[in-house]
Nanobody, 122 residues
Framework: QVKLVESGGGLVQAGGSLILSCVVS????????MGWYRQAPGKQREVVAT???????NYVDSVKGRFTISRGGARDTVHLQMTNLKPEDTAVYYC????????????????WGQGTQVTVSS
């Protein structure tokens, strides 16, 4: 069993900041990559930012320079620092983990949190 729990969403005015956090727990041997995705109403889920086990980060163009993804010291946590938020950033944000399970030894990509709502008012 693998569990991802997100926190930190909320309502903020345009130009404001929020920090999202995600903790992974369960039958985990190692985490290859973690990422944040978002889904706005009526739209498909899209990748926002990803970070590898070597701390190599990638961002969708629309958030470059505004968002920063980072891993926690224990390596089972990922954060998304969001600054200069815009109304178009409004969405449910989901944490994802690409990991190797300790119970099966298999690599698993389909690990998601329950989502946290971010709403940016204009």
């Amino acid at each position: 069993q693998v569990k991802l729990v997100e926190s930190g969403g909320g309502l903020v005015q345009a130009g404001g900041s929020l920090i999202l956090s995600c903790v992974v727990s369960g039958s985990i041997m190692g985490i290859t990559e973690m990422g944040w995705y978002r889904q706005a109403p009526g739209k498909q889920r899209e990748v926002v930012a990803t970070i590898t086990s070597d701390d190599v980060a990638n961002y969708v163009d629309s958030v470059k320079g505004r968002f920063t993804i980072s891993r926690g010291g224990a390596r089972d946590t990922v954060h998304l620092q969001m600054t200069n938020l815009k109304p178009e950033d409004t969405a449910v944000y989901y944490c994802n983990a690409d990991l190797v399970r300790s119970d099966t030894g298999a690599r698993s990509f389909d690990n998601w949190g329950q989502g946290t709502q971010v709403t940016v008012s204009s």
